[in-house]
T-cell receptor, first 113, second 113 residues
Framework: QKEVEQNSGPLSVPEGAIASLNCTYSDRGSQSFFWYRQYSGKSPELIMFIYSNGDKEDGRFTAQLNKASQYVSLLIRDSQPSDSATYLCAVNNGYSSASKIIFGSGTRLSIRP | DVKVTQSSRYLVKRTGEKVFLECVQDMDHENMFWYRQDPGLGLRLIYFSYDVKMKEKGDIPEGYSVSREKKERFSLILESASTNQTSMYLC????????????FGPGTRLTVT
């Protein structure tokens, strides 16, 4: 079982709709959770991070965390064509400086006009 | 804003050459990382460094070495470049304190011919 799992997609969403991206992780000791956006040929860009159960909102983005279910999601409201990218879920497995971020393989999102 | 820079965006080298990839961050981060990213394989950790002069092997260190003589600079060295090292190389940094948000540089697309 992969440590961080995402559906590879592509996920196709009409412009203006809500895009929902999901991620599960295997290490119950995980403490910090991140969402990165990566455009084709570019490097990953950190767009959201969440540490506590519940929702965290930033503009059109909402991250949701459920540690009991080992599940983290990203909602993108009012999807725009510029949101078309690959979204990487990442999980930090501890609090020490030796902890590492484990990345999922990414979900490709396509927003159709 | 965190700024991570990499010495080259594109690089073409010949098989057998020694290749140096440099990464510099301006946020006084203790931790720095080198990844490679290939289609279908996701992000793979090559080496990371907790602090100056400290290094740890990641998941795929074979054929690579690293150097961290100054806090802001982390170099990746391909001792004898091979065609299977053609890839996108990504440097990242993060603070040792806090919640471990990790920030990436723009990447170096290396082609070995």
């Amino acid at each position: 079982q992969k440590e961080v799992e995402q559906n590879s997609g592509p996920l196709s969403v009409p412009e203006g709709a809500i895009a929902s991206l999901n991620c599960t992780y295997s290490d119950r000791g995980s403490q910090s959770f991140f969402w990165y956006r990566q455009y084709s040929g570019k490097s990953p860009e950190l767009i959201m991070f969440i540490y506590s159960n519940g929702d965290k909102e930033d503009g059109r983005f909402t991250a949701q965390l459920n540690k009991a279910s080992q599940y983290v999601s990203l909602l993108i409201r009012d999807s725009q064509p510029s949101d078309s990218a690959t979204y990487l879920c990442a999980v930090n497995n501890g609090y020490s400086s030796a902890s590492k971020i484990i990345f999922g393989s990414g979900t490709r999102l396509s927003i159709r006009p | 804003d965190v700024k991570v820079t990499q010495s080259s965006r594109y690089l073409v080298k010949r098989t057998g050459e020694k290749v140096f990839l440099e990464c510099v961050q301006d946020m006084d981060h203790e931790n720095m990382f080198w990844y490679r990213q290939d289609p279908g394989l996701g992000l793979r950790l090559i080496y990371f460094s907790y602090d100056v002069k400290m290094k740890e092997k990641g998941d795929i260190p074979e054929g690579y070495s690293v150097s961290r003589e100054k806090k802001e600079r982390f170099s990746l060295i391909l001792e004898s470049a091979s065609t299977n090292q053609t890839s996108m190389y990504l440097c990242a940094s993060r603070n040792r304190e806090g919640r471990y948000e990790q920030y990436f540089g723009p990447g170096t697309r290396l082609t070995v011919t």
